[in-house]
């Protein structure tokens, strides 16, 4: 899956970037608009993160340029703006989901799997199959066996995930103690 990121704040943009490729996504960081409407242009995405208040052209008409072009994937605005006539106007635009910064990277999470879901609720390549009954959500990073979700520890958690993420390739034991034991 690929995510579209435009968030001109180059430290927010990093972390909500590693946070999508921890969920699976390959990511497009744009800092300025002019960047992301080269990316829809030029990529087709399954999701849009953008905020509203970025060089070139701003959030809004990057969001405008998506939805001219027919493209129904979901967007889901990061912005600053708490005025209702902010919210009204991204929703005007056709964005999935509105979220006020400062959040939580879980809330963005949670919302990132719901405009997804709710998109395509025939959506079936949110989840690996593992094996015999064991499936493995993308976005939530959660274990199911047999439809029933299996309680991980956050190691064990970070550890599937980054064998995940590299499917077909080594993983070294140094990007795996980076990845899990070195986190915060």
Known sequence: MRALL?????????????????LGFSVDSCFEGECAINAVYMKQHDLYLIDINVPTFNG???LKYIRERSINTPVIIITTHAEIEY??????????????????MEELVIRIHNALRLSNPERKDDYLLLSQGYTYSLISGELYYHDSPIELTRIESLLLR???????????????QDYVWNKE
């Open 6 to 22: 435009l968030e001109d704040d180059y430290a927010f943009n990093t972390l909500i970037a590693e946070e999508l490729m921890r």
């Open 60 to 62: 809004f008409e990057v």
């Open 87 to 104: 919210l009204k106007k991204a929703f005007a635009l056709g964005c999935h989901d509105y979220l006020k910064k400062p959040f939580d």
């Open 162 to 176: 980054i064998l995940i993420q590299n499917i077909g390739n080594v993983v070294s034991s140094d990007v795996i």
